[in-house]
């Protein structure tokens, strides 16, 4: 996803430590050019992770994107509100300014935990000549990217001199680091909306914009009603223009959930809209755009602490963007933060986070709504074809009777309010294919209604094994284990090539959402070449979601289960056909070492044609390796030929020019030499089709390719049936030969 697609990208600040002060800052824009705060793991700086006593401000309704500076970061963006202080007026929400914080992703490998940066007030109140002075009611603002004209937009809500609540809009190119000295200038008027419900109120603004696709669309979802003026169903979709200041109507927004379309939790009052498209990291890179919102579901008020989100797939968004929704639960219930609540979504460093505000249970003893910035590590199921995929795991709605039930709806809100992960902390300590050294640290109990137990849960690790290969599993002494032992049988056969390592639990009860203080090591062993504990599993991705836990009947608690049903191979064409109408299918032509790889109709039954889509997680071997994105790493694997075990290979003899290079692609064994190890990762992007490209994440010099551009698998169509040859070439965004479907 440009991290998940979201072109809404992220950005928020961090610190050096809890209780240090602020430091003089220089007037440089670059990321840290604010002052550091610090965010961490230990109890003593638990949520909220934006604290009063660090900043000297509040920080409330945030919204998050990422921006790529000027100076090569990739930058972790947030705007929030800020309650006032000292207010007799508190309970009425004032608020005068918008407060920016920004981080980089290079902290230790974890995105939020590190050193922020404040970056202060960006925008006050006073800048916007449609708001009369004084009127304080700057409410909670929204941050876009746009990569086109690189420059970073606010969008900020406020009542005009009629007492209407306006969209205000103030933007900042990005120079000279993270945005340009001159700071963001605000648009002289709010974002005209014509037939806006009612009086064309709106605030709370959500953007979204849909760069990665064709349509080139930006999209505007905002409450278009206050409440106790009128009922529910009060927030509304728009299209911006490029100018931002005039936006097109499209619609209330709906949700198609049958029964659930009349659920109290839809139909009272809402607020606080976030809209984001987010790619799955599995085999077809399938997209799916969420909403988030706020609802005040307990009737009669306006305490608007449930967090929800629905779902529609690319296809209904982009033909009903506004009515396509499926809504599919509440993320928080009411955690009664201070009678409002707001959240934004958010995939950097390949991790997904939900931001939100933290408030005391009753207002304004200090004049003060007093709400603090608080995140949540969240994770999204990848189950292909399946009626769950892209949801996020442990939020759910009950059947029947109990829709109108909210103690009935499964939520995130009785999980660790620390960021700990939401499942187990999983590491592979040795990157060869045939062997592992695992370890599970303090993980925290995902099942929302089961207590881990001693003696009666289990632990299941996913691995891939060839028929007639062996491995061995053993828990080092020289490690501290403590609340697991291996079961008997250690390794037990799942389907097909699937094997699993199982561990029996006896460490002290774990309620659920809580955090297990059970540490353990295995270290895994087998046949080289025959095993593969490193690669993803079925369905699974990434390490963490090989995990599962069952009880000693083997049911299934939580976590996630390979799809016995899936095959682990896959077969590659392009959209193209041949001369005789037919699609030909990517082939290793022989079963040696260092030939090429071509096109050939389809073989049921060859392995030739059986390719393993590797994924590929340590880039550390970067001699060659073009520039990579968090997402171009989500997105990298090696394909691998089941019949042959050698990899698709883009050999660096160019066959073509310097200004038109064209490369060869071979089948090679596995490349470990920093000189050629990025010829064989390739990147998947995704096409609006469903499709996907194949880049090359191996640059060629300027002798090779003086263009210096990236290069893509490229189908050759020179004979018009049969074999046909295939090369790696620059794209050219309109051929269909460059288009592989994954079947």
Not at 160 to 172: E, K, L, P, Q, T
Not at 349 to 357: L, N, R
Not at 377 to 389: I, N, P, T
Not at 437 to 464: I, W
């Amino acid at each position: 996803m440009k991290d998940g697609l979201r072109m809404k990208w992220c950005s928020i600040g961090c610190a050096l430590a809890l209780g240090v002060g602020y430091t003089s800052t220089a007037q440089s824009k670059a990321y840290s050019a604010g002052s550091p705060f610090a965010v961490s793991y230990d109890a003593q700086n638990s949520n909220p992770i934006f604290q009063h006593g660090v900043l000297g401000h509040y920080s409330s309704d945030p919204a998050v994107v990422e921006v790529p500076d000027s100076f090569g970061n990739r930058v972790l963006v947030m705007v929030s509100s800020s309650d006032m202080e000292n207010r007799s007026d508190a309970g009425n929400w004032p608020m005068s300014q918008t407060y920016l914080y920004a981080v980089n992703d290079s902290n230790n490998g974890d995105p939020i935990v590190g050193t922020w940066y404040d970056h202060g007030p960006v925008m006050s109140e006073s800048r916007f000549p449609w708001v009369n002075a004084n009127t304080n009611r700057l409410w909670a603002p929204d941050v876009q990217y746009y990569s086109a004209t690189n420059d970073i937009w606010l969008y900020i809500p406020d009542r005009d001199r009629s007492g209407v609540f306006r969209i205000g809009m103030a933007h900042a190119a990005v120079s000279n680091g993270l945005y340009s000295d001159a700071g963001f200038t605000p648009e002289a008027g709010p974002i005209s909306i014509p037939n806006s419900p009612g009086n064309g109120t709106a605030f709370d603004p959500g953007v979204y914009s849909d760069e990665i696709q064709p349509f080139g669309h930006t999209f505007l979802v905002y409450a278009d009603r206050e409440y106790g003026d009128g009922s529910g169903n009060n927030l509304s979709m728009a299209e911006l223009a490029a100018d931002h200041k005039t936006a097109t109507y499209l619609g209330k927004i709906s949700f198609n959930n049958g029964p659930l379309a009349k659920y109290t939790g839809l139909t009272h009052y809402m607020e606080g809209p976030d809209i984001f498209a987010m790619q799955m990291p599995g085999f077809s890179g399938r997209i799916f755009y969420y909403l988030l919102f706020a609802s005040a579901v307990e009737t009669g008020t306006d305490d608007t602490g449930y967090i929800g989100y629905a779902m529609c797939s690319d296809q209904a968004f982009h033909a009903a963007p506004a009515t396509c929704w499926n809504f599919k639960g509440w993320i928080f219930r009411n955690m009664h933060t201070g009678r409002s609540n707001h959240a934004s979504f958010i995939s950097y460093g390949g991790t997904h986070y939900v931001f939100y505000h933290t408030a005391p249970a009753t207002c304004c003893s200090n004049g003060s709504r007093s709400r603090q910035v608080a995140v949540k590590e969240v994770q999204l199921r990848d189950h292909l074809g399946a009626s769950d995929d892209g949801e996020i795991i442990g939020v759910s709605y009950p059947a029947g009777s109990q829709i109108d039930d909210s103690t009935a709806y499964s939520s995130l809100d009785g999980l660790s309010t620390t960021l700990q992960p939401a499942f187990i902390s999983l590491r592979d300590e040795d990157s060869s294919a045939s062997s592992a050294s695992l370890v599970f640290t303090k993980f925290v109990n995902p099942s929302t209604y089961v207590t881990l137990k001693r003696g009666l849960d289990k632990l299941s690790y996913y691995f891939d094994a060839d028929a007639g290969s062996n491995a061995q599993v053993t828990m080092p002494t020289t490690f501290p284990q403590s609340g697991f032992v291996l079961d008997a049988p250690p390794i037990k056969h799942i389907s097909g090539n699937t094997w699993a390592i199982v561990l029996a639990y006896t460490g002290g009860d774990v309620a659920p959402g809580q955090l297990s203080n059970a540490y353990v090591q295995v270290r895994v062993t087998g046949n080289p070449e025959s095993n593969d504990f490193s690669r993803a599993i079925g369905n699974f991705i990434t390490p963490t979601t090989r995990v599962s836990l069952f009880d000693v009947n083997n049911g299934f608690l939580a976590g996630e289960v390979p799809n016995a049903s899936m095959d682990n191979f896959r077969v590659l064409r392009t959209e193209s056909q041949d001369g005789q109408g037919q699609f030909t299918y990517l082939t290793t032509s022989t079963h040696d070492a260092n030939v090429g790889i071509n096109n050939q109709y389809l073989m049921t039954g060859s392995q030739s044609q059986d390719w393993y889509l590797e994924q590929v997680t340590d880039f550390s071997n970067v001699q060659g390796l073009a520039p990579l994105s968090a997402a171009d790493k989500l997105n990298a694997v090696r394909l691998k030929c089941k019949w042959t075990n050698y990899y698709m290979t883009a050999n660096d003899q160019n066959h073509g020019t310097a200004a038109q290079p064209s490369f060869y692609v071979l089948s090679q064994a596995l490349q470990t030499s920093p000189q050629y190890w990025a010829t064989q990762i390739w990147i998947k992007e995704v096409v609006s089709d469903g499709s996907v490209r194949l880049r090359s994440a191996w640059l060629p010099d300027a002798a090779r390719d003086s263009s210096r551009l990236p290069i893509y698998l490229t189908l050759q169509t020179a004979t018009s049936s049969g074999t046909q040859n295939v090369y790696v070439q620059l794209l050219n965004a309109t051929l269909y030969t460059q288009r592989w479907i994954i079947e």
